[in-house]
């Protein structure tokens, strides 16, 4: 074991000295990060809380100002009144409100409510559609009253809200809900898991072609260690590579873009360990039946994209078609992203993910075993 570790080690400060490796490593995992969770929506795991809508109010609102607050937190919004203009430029979201808002809307004149700073992607589609649906409520609030009444007053719309309703709704959970995961709770453990693999696959395969080339196998043949030892050393070298990138890539997930990994870190952990140990041996793999570097690259590179497109390390899973689904359930990064989707974003126990797990590690013993037996030292 100590001839093992001393491979281990040597070998990994080499690889974490290369300018490639640095590059895909420390830098490019924090490009792709960025760019896709915030395409994607962005917005980091944890608890859910309430968006906050600051309202600037124009004089003499009326009562129906009150009514569209009720309705927006009705629709879980956090509503606040600006206390100034810079306040209000500064929210995330904000609504306007004209000047004579209720006076306006009972005269039927128009009164344009201005929704800004809601974003882009779903998350920002999503709050469009709740304030709309606040803003259309309080109308028909208004044309309701105004049915059965003939007069708009705060007092005929508190009776409207104590009226039995002719049609109602019985609703009951049908089962744990489940929202899907989107910016970068959906971007940092995909691209993690992908860039990982990718990773693994080309620098490590590349870095046994060059020590074969080089006749740097055929002395470490000579040495007074096993075969067993050697490839220990390097599988643990490779696995070393990859713990490093994901140690990495789950700091800069918490430090730079305020993603929660939740109450389960070590199981998460456990899958990440399962799943480096994976890489660790496809790389171990593919440096032994590459003949040259541009195979190493291009095995690598290839099929980490398809692993990744295939498996949901782009998009969540779950708007795919069934028959994608079908086949994620069959792919190892399709087994590390449910399990880690879980964890993070679920919040489901430990014990969730150990088919997972299983999986992960049957699969790693097989893939290790042809290996070990095709690992050649020329």
């Known amino acids: ?58 004089a003499e609102p009326g009562f129906l100002l009150e009514r569209l607050e009720a309705r927006l937190r009705e629709r879980d ?17 904000r609504l306007a409100v004209p000047e004579r808002f209720t006076q306006r809307v009972l005269a039927g004149e128009p009164a344009q409510l201005v929704l800004g700073g809601q974003g882009s992607g779903l998350e920002g589609d999503s709050m469009s559609l709740q304030v709309k649906r606040a803003a259309y409520t309080v109308l028909a609030d208004v044309i309701a009253a105004s049915e ?12 409207l809200d104590r009226r039995p309703r002719a049609l109602t709704l019985a609703v009951k959970i049908a089962g744990e809900r489940r929202e899907i995961p989107h910016g970068f709770e959906q971007t940092i453990p995909g691209t993690m898991t992908m860039m990982t693999l990718i990773v693994m696959l080309t620098s490590g395969a590349i870095g046994l072609l060059i020590e074969r080339r080089e006749g740097m196998l055929r002395r470490l043949a000579y040495a007074p260690m096993t075969r067993g030892e050697i490839v ?15 140690a990495w890539s789950m700091l800069a997930g918490v430090v730079i873009f305020r993603v929660s990994w ?6 998460i952990a456990v899958v990440l360990l399962f799943w480096a140990a994976l890489g660790a041996s496809l790389g171990l793999l593919a440096g032994t039946l590459a003949r040259s570097e ?25 708007i795919t078609p069934k028959p994608m689904q079908q086949v994620a359930a069959f792919l190892p ?9 879980k964890l993070v974003r679920f919040g489901l126990p430990a014990w969730s993910v150990l088919p997972q797990l299983g999986l992960l590690a049957a699969l790693t ?14």
């Open 365 to 378: 013993a097989a893939v290790s075993l042809v290996a070990v037996r095709a690992f050649r030292f020329d």
């Open 333 to 341: 990064t399709g087994w590390t992203m449910d399990a880690l989707h």
């Open 232 to 246: 220990l050393g390097k599988w643990l070298a490779n696995l070393g590579l990859g713990v490093v990138q994901l």
């Open 77 to 93: 919004l956090d509503v606040v009144r600006a206390a100034n203009r810079q306040e209000f430029e500064a929210a995330d979201l």
């Open 262 to 267: 939740g109450p389960s870190l070590p199981m």
């Open 148 to 159: 059965l009444s003939g007069k708009v007053t705060l007092q005929e719309l508190e009776a």
């Open 294 to 318: 541009g195979q190493a690259v291009g095995l690598g590179v290839l099929s980490s994209n398809v692993l990744a497109g295939l498996g949901g390390c782009w998009w969540p899973i779950e």
């Open 1 to 58: 074991m100590k001839n093992a570790l001393y491979i281990a080690f040597s070998d990994l400060r080499r690889h974490v000295r290369r300018r490639e490796t640095i590059l895909w490593v420390f830098v490019m995992p924090l490009v792709f990060f960025w760019f896709f969770g915030t395409i994607t929506g962005g917005g980091g795991g944890g608890a859910e809380r309430k968006q906050r809508i600051v309202l600037d109010v124009g």
